[in-house]
């Protein structure tokens, strides 16, 4: 890995998310590369990303001073803030996951995670999620996310890292999600 695992500090920061966010958005890309390099769905606003990285900083990594990834962290206060991730809120109310509801717990959101694709394949993946999980293990039980069942790559990258699927469901417009939860309880944080 030639990248470095920090937090986003600045607009600029912020501002070069955005531009790797709409470089991967499923309506910016072909369906191929979608189908061989993953894609993301959600639109984030800078307003949105500064009012987020105000409560949690933002994981992102770095080559140089160009971003290469980041992986955003929602909290649950965040919910109503980004519409279509709704569904899966709600939905977390409803499914349990050793015994209790989701919602039980305390969690947070994988927002999106996204990597340049001149650094896929290089570990920048695990690199974000292993440094994620030591900044906010002592804070959450779980980190929740969900994958587009069509997003291949994302499904089993998610999966190496240690998320499980807990749920398969198909939202209104059609594309079936997979509600993924990855444990912390008892795991060190080193993973």
């Known amino acids: 890995m030639t990248a470095e695992i920090t937090v986003a500090t600045s607009d600029n920061d912020l501002e070069q ?3 790797l966010q709409r470089k ?12 061989n390099q993953g894609f993301v769905t959600v639109k984030h ?12 900083p933002q994981t992102i990594a770095k080559a140089g001073t160009a971003l290469v990834g980041y992986a955003l962290v929602m909290t649950k206060q ?7 991730l ?4 709600t939905k977390l109310a409803h499914i349990a996951f050793d015994g209790k509801a989701i919602s039980k717990y305390d969690f947070y959101v994988m927002g999106q995670i996204c990597i340049d694709g001149a650094h896929r394949g290089t570990g920048i993946f695990d690199a974000l999620y292993s440094g994620q999980r030591k900044q906010l293990a002592g804070r ?10 069509r997003n291949i790559r994302s499904l089993k990258a998610h999966q190496r890292v240690g998320f ?9 417009n059609g594309e079936t999600w997979h509600v993924l939860v990855w444990d912390w309880r008892d795991t060190p944080t080193s993973a």
């Open 78 to 84: 965040f919910r109503a803030d980004i519409p279509v």
């Open 140 to 149: 959450y039980e779980l980190c929740v996310t969900e994958v587009a069942a």
């Open 17 to 19: 998310i955005l531009d």
């Open 164 to 172: 499980r699927s807990v749920l398969e469901y198909t939202a209104p």
């Open 24 to 35: 991967n958005l499923s309506e910016n890309i072909t369906q191929e590369i979608a189908a």
């Open 45 to 56: 606003t800078l307003d949105l990303l500064r009012k987020m990285n105000a409560l949690t």
């Open 86 to 89: 709704e569904p899966m809120f």
